[in-house]
């Protein structure tokens, strides 16, 4: 099984900044990447950003430039730093954890979700 644990969060006001941080723990071979996701209510989960293992990282248009990610290989663990926050950022935030497990994968392991509340 994998564990994937989220930290971080909570309430700041418009133009500040927040840190998450993720920790996958576990039975697994290898992290394939590591990457966030948001869920605002009424609306669908939508990607934020996500790094690879070798540290290529891709960003959603709507955080570029305000968000970074960043990843510890030898922890096993992510980060995302959010600068420059909006009340559009509100939402549940995501870790997602893509793994190879044994011969197969790379399988997708979900954290429970952390709030970001952004006040205008």
């Known amino acids: 099984q994998v564990q994937v644990v989220e930290s971080g969060g909570g309430l700041a006001q418009a133009g500040g900044s927040l840190r998450l941080s993720c920790a996958a723990s576990g039975s697994f071979r290898s992290i394939f990447a590591m990457g966030w996701y948001r869920q605002a209510p009424g609306k669908q989960r939508e990607s934020v950003a996500f790094?690879?293992?070798?540290?290529?990282?891709n960003y959603r248009d709507y955080v570029k430039g305000r968000f970074t990610i960043s990843m510890n290989n030898a922890e096993n663990t992510v980060a995302l730093q959010m600068n420059s926050l909006k009340p559009e950022d509100t939402a549940v935030y995501y870790c997602?954890?893509?793994?190879?497990?044994?011969?197969?994968?790379?399988?997708?392991?979900w954290g429970q979700g952390t709030q970001v509340t952004v006040s205008s």
């Open positions: 790094i690879s293992s070798g540290g290529h990282t």
């Open positions: 997602n954890v893509r793994v190879y497990r044994g011969l197969g994968g790379p399988y997708d392991y």
